[in-house]
């Protein structure tokens, strides 16, 4: 049986948050659209879950934040944080001036499912779910589509527009051999979930303590739990035992004591290594990568998800009036690296300054900690609270959608 062949004019690898919002945005614009996801379906654990203001404002300009947030989440008005014997909040949203001035907690695949559900409102837009990319197809120099495996054979997608949305261990940024450059990271992260309380606080918590960084995200019923390590000591904090790390759990949040005992093995908890790193050029003719794909950004503020949104946002503003016309050129795919590189690698420079400065400092030491000189200017300044609520909130140079993309159902 011969490959099975589609032919759209935007083909994007990826079913994550950057794939299915270029997808939906798309599919509005009147450009027909194919969205190839690897995976059966959108259900796997600890991936980031935080829509940030950004994203909520960009769901508010599509007209569709009223029925996002009839989803249960959780609302984050603020980011609070103990570096040593100092409590304080890092990050008040409540200043800045968009719709939502909190962060929602939401596990990624209801947001991914409902990005899916509206998208499919649209006669141009498909999903192709267990569809795995596994080659380019190229002509004179361009590439002009995807080969993938589904289950029900060979699938050979032509496209005017090939993206590449899928993530950190993109393949169609391997095929395309982009060259990618590595800034390294000096922790890794364990996930791992816990029971939470009534009684328990309500506001996500950071805690810095010498040669120990926990964070704990609300999750409703339960708790998220981020133990942060030293790169690639998981290993030698296994060979320690599991009670060992039980007791340092419940060191870094006492309130825990109780529920440490639900970590019954190393199974359920979850190794993340983090890694930052951007490609030098993020397009080839008829190629683009966005997102983790084009860079993979560190976990710290928790943005990845929603500068990955921002460049699909970017990209459906620049790309789809030449992709209707039928004139995309490489030239346009060059336009939205220069729209989105600078954010990009502000966002960047801020991550590896935290890592270098303060985690990898937290992580190596031993002695009591000494808050960071920023931290200090904070709880002294509590206006200063509004720098990193904007930073974690908005970001960098905020995209918003354009009026012909808006008005689609008008």
């Not at 947030?69 to 100092?86: C, E």
């Not at 397009?283 to 997102?291: E, F, Q, S, V, W």
Request: proline share 6%.
């Amino acid at each position: 049986m011969g490959a099975e062949t589609v032919s759209v004019r935007c083909c994007i690898a990826g079913g994550g948050p950057a794939g299915m919002m270029l997808g939906l945005l798309m599919a509005r614009a009147g450009v027909d659209v194919l969205v190839l996801e690897k995976h059966a379906d959108f259900l796997r654990d600890f991936r980031g879950d935080t829509i940030h203001p950004s994203t909520l404002e960009v769901m508010y300009e599509l007209g569709l934040l009223e029925r996002l947030l009839a989803l249960p989440h959780q609302k984050v008005p603020r980011i609070n944080g103990q570096f040593g014997d100092l409590t304080l909040t890092v990050a008040d949203f409540s200043s800045l001036s968009t719709q939502c001035r909190f962060v929602a907690f939401m596990p990624q695949w209801d947001f991914l499912n409902f990005l899916a559900e509206e998208a499919a409102r649209y006669p141009t837009f498909q999903l192709r779910m267990h569809a795995d990319v596994t080659g380019l197809i190229e002509e004179a120099g361009s590439v002009v589509g995807l080969l993938a495996n589904t289950p029900d054979g060979p699938l050979k997608a032509r496209a005017s527009l090939i993206v590449g949305a899928d993530g950190r261990h993109s393949t169609v940024r391997s095929l395309a051999g982009l060259p990618v450059e590595e800034f390294g990271a000096p922790m890794d992260v364990l996930w791992f979930r816990l029971s939470r309380r009534p009684s328990d606080p309500g506001d996500p918590v950071g805690r810095f303590d010498a040669g120990r960084i926990f964070i704990m995200l609300n999750r409703g019923d339960y708790w998220q739990c981020g133990f942060v390590i030293p790169k690639g000591s998981r290993d030698q904090l296994q060979g320690r035992g599991l009670p060992t790390f039980r007791d340092a759990v419940t060191q870094l949040a006492p309130f825990m004591a109780d529920r440490a005992g639900e970590l019954h093995d190393w199974e359920p908890i979850k190794l993340l290594t983090v890694q930052v790193d951007r490609l030098r050029q993020w397009y080839r003719p008829g190629l683009l990568c966005i997102g983790d794909a084009a860079h993979a950004m560190s976990p710290v503020g928790g943005v990845g998800i929603n500068l990955a949104i921002q460049d699909a946002v970017a990209t459906a503003n620049l790309l789809a009036a030449p992709i209707r016309a039928g004139d995309l050129s490489t030239r346009d795919l060059r336009l939205v690296q220069q729209r989105r590189e600078w954010p990009t690698r502000m966002t960047q420079r801020v991550q590896l300054a935290i890592q270098n400065r303060v985690i990898g400092r937290v992580l190596s030491g031993s002695d009591r900690l000494s808050p960071p000189f920023a931290i200090r200017l904070i709880a002294r300044f509590p206006v200063l609270r509004r720098i990193p609520a904007r930073m974690i909130g908005l970001g960098f140079r905020p995209e918003h959608v354009q009026t012909s993309i808006v008005e689609a159902l008008s």
